[in-house]
């Protein structure tokens, strides 16, 4: 299962790059609701991250950030998701609080799991938005990932 979860993660990572070299081919001229959504997207992740690792979040989901930094934050991420892999059992059971302070315990390998949909979803988010403004999207399905 880890191996499957490290190449599902080299995906989300590649996408997340491809988004931000579209973002970069606009000169990161973009609408406030596509900079928004692209946050979202890593903030959520480092939220998962930080409560896997029993760390309070630093940041909130929708935090903003220039978008500009995408492309930064999602090398860091990317070796955050790794460590979390070569580390920890993805069966084990975390506890954590949500933003309202309410307990929950989720598998590290549910949460995983989680980021990637969670990402997808909003990354289709994005190209509705980038075709609304008449601008390309990035083709993100996974099986041309893999292909």
Request: glycine share 2%; charged share 30%; aromatic share 12%.
């Amino acid at each position: 299962m880890k191996e499957f979860l490290k190449k599902f993660f080299e995906y989300n990572y590649q996408i997340n790059k491809e988004l931000d070299k579209r973002f970069k081919s606009y000169d990161y001229e973009l609408d406030a609701e596509i900079c928004r959504l692209a946050n979202h997207i890593l903030n959520a992740q480092q939220v998962w991250i930080d409560r896997i690792n029993q760390n309070k979040p630093k940041i909130k989901p929708w935090d903003d950030f220039p978008i500009e930094s995408f492309s930064g934050r999602n090398e860091l991420l990317n070796q955050e998701v790794k460590k979390v892999l070569d580390s920890k059992e993805v069966e084990e059971i975390i506890s954590y609080r949500n933003f309202s302070g309410v307990r929950f315990e989720s598998r590290i390998l549910d949460v995983l799991m989680h980021l990637v949909n969670h990402s997808t979803y909003h990354r289709g988010q994005i190209a509705m938005q980038m075709r609304k403004m008449g601008m390309e999207p990035i083709s993100s399905d996974y099986i041309h990932f893999k292909s």
